[in-house]
């Protein structure tokens, strides 16, 4: 039990830290966090991830990044802020390749409901 809750803390301590730089339109640098997921699967060439939202999410915020031959990082480019309860949605893109795998922190849909109560 103890190494199952170091195992959590040792991947939530990597989501925080998860993130880079990208450019946006003008130029100017921003800084991009590695989303925690709340699941994703893929469908012939499309990517469906479930995502936090709080009422403005759109799959044109994110991006992803590339790790290795098949594994991406989903990054969220631009923050949702937007006051709703937060919630679950589904986003979909284009899978960069067939097999394609994410590295992103996941977490249970059963987290979000705690927190709201």
Do not use: W
Request: aromatic content about 4%; charged content about 25%; proline content about 3%.
């Amino acid at each position: 039990m103890k190494n199952v809750l170091m195992l959590i803390a040792a991947l939530g301590l990597t989501a925080c830290c998860s993130s880079h730089k990208v450019k946006n339109s003008s130029g100017a640098e921003e800084v991009s966090v590695a989303e925690t997921i709340y699941g994703y699967k893929t469908n012939s060439q499309r990517l469906l991830v479930k995502v936090k939202s709080h009422g403005c999410t759109q799959s044109k915020h994110f991006s992803l990044k590339k790790v290795d031959s098949t594994s991406y990082e989903l990054v969220r480019n631009k923050p949702d802020y937007c006051k709703r309860m937060p919630m679950v949605v589904q986003i979909e893109m284009a899978a960069p390749v067939d097999d394609v795998a994410l590295t992103n922190p996941v977490a249970a849909e059963d987290s979000l409901k705690k927190q709201r109560k």
